[in-house]
């Protein structure tokens, strides 16, 4: 399963139904599970594990040291999970000494070409990066989030789950879970009503959120009052992840 022009480092693990495509080049301290295809001329290097099942597209560099002048060669990891998709040239950095020391990939996420996920950067499950989206350092993505092509987030930023971004979005602070976000500078355009359709939301649940939105974005309320008026919403359970995360934003939120 591995293409004899492939260089696979003896002391890599890697699962008897690997594939590796011609002229990859798989690293020491590479782990890979069972059925991940790897296509050709891939760098996958460092200390990076890979879970099963995955797709990775020819040219892509996977585990490369952070482009962070702090790095020091230290130990640090990258860490992908289970049916992912990986599109060509895209490019995923270690973490850094300075933050958890790993970057990490959920599972069943679908990335396009040409993406970057810098150092320490974490995404959850089933999100969708469209062509070009670009992570710096330190970025946090919820699960299903959908990022639009050429959509880029300054370092540190957290970006909820269920938001959608609008092509060329430029995010300088974070994006509360369920908003549609576009433009530079980034603003807010209601929510992602149709996606939370989609995954099952009742409209009873999608009303609740259009409220919240609404108190957030539309009442002429302060942050925190409307932080606090949300919170005290919370036994509606769709609401909770709103308010945690309205309860953790240091940068501030798009707004």
Known sequence: ???????VHPNARLADDVEVGAYSIIGEHVEIGAGTVVGPHVVINGHTRIGQHNRIFQFCSLGEIPQDKKYANEPTRLEIGDHNTIREFCTFNLGTAQDVGVTRVGNHNWIMAYVHLAHDCQVGNHTIFANNAQ??????VGDYAILGGFTVVHQFVRIGAHIITGMGTILLQDVPPYVLVSGNPSAPHGINSEGLKRRGF???AIMSIKR???TLY???LSLVDAQA???SLTEQVELQPLADFLANSPRGIVR
């Open 202 to 204: 009742s409209s009873a």
């Open 229 to 231: 008026a949300i919170q």
């Open 212 to 214: 919240a939105y609404k």
């Open 1 to 7: 399963m591995i293409h004899p022009t492939a260089i």
């Open 135 to 140: 992570l710096a350092g330190h970025v946090e």
């Open 218 to 220: 539309k009442s002429g």
